[in-house]
């Protein structure tokens, strides 16, 4: 069995930027493509950023496309998350997932980490 433990959440101001990882052990996910998805209080999980094994080419939300980018070591161990010009509604439970073909829907990711939690506020 494989772990995926995500860091990095806090609080932060509007504005802001947060660099969120999501480091993998217990089993190689070199052969994955890996997810960010959020969970704002109340709402559904919802997709953030993907990034795609083959190619490495990145998918995003609308909502955080210019301001957020997904990226992979070298040693494809560790998944970030740099997240700039933060805004209150970022404010979720930010989940990372692994799956070895990524899409927008969480349903297709079988491994997942437990989350951190980023506020943004003032």
């Known amino acids: 069995q494989g772990q995926l433990v995500e860091s990095g959440g806090g609080l932060v101001q509007p504005g802001g930027s947060l660099r969120l990882s999501c480091a993998a052990s217990?089993?190689?996910?070199?052969?994955?493509?890996m997810g960010w998805f959020r969970q704002p209080p109340g709402r559904e999980r919802e997709f953030v950023a993907a990034l795609r094994l083959s190619g490495g080419s990145t998918m995003y939300a609308d909502s955080v496309k210019g301001r957020f980018t997904i990226s992979r070591d070298n040693a494809k161990t560790t998944v970030y998350l740099q997240m700039n010009s933060l805004k209150p509604d970022d404010t979720a439970r930010y989940y990372c997932?692994?799956?070895?073909?990524?899409?927008?829907?969480?349903?297709?990711?079988?491994?997942w980490g437990r989350g951190t939690q980023v506020t943004v506020s003032s």
């Open positions: 217990g089993r190689s996910f070199s052969n994955y493509g």
């Open positions: 997932a692994a799956a070895l073909v990524v899409s927008t829907r969480a349903t297709m990711y079988p491994y």
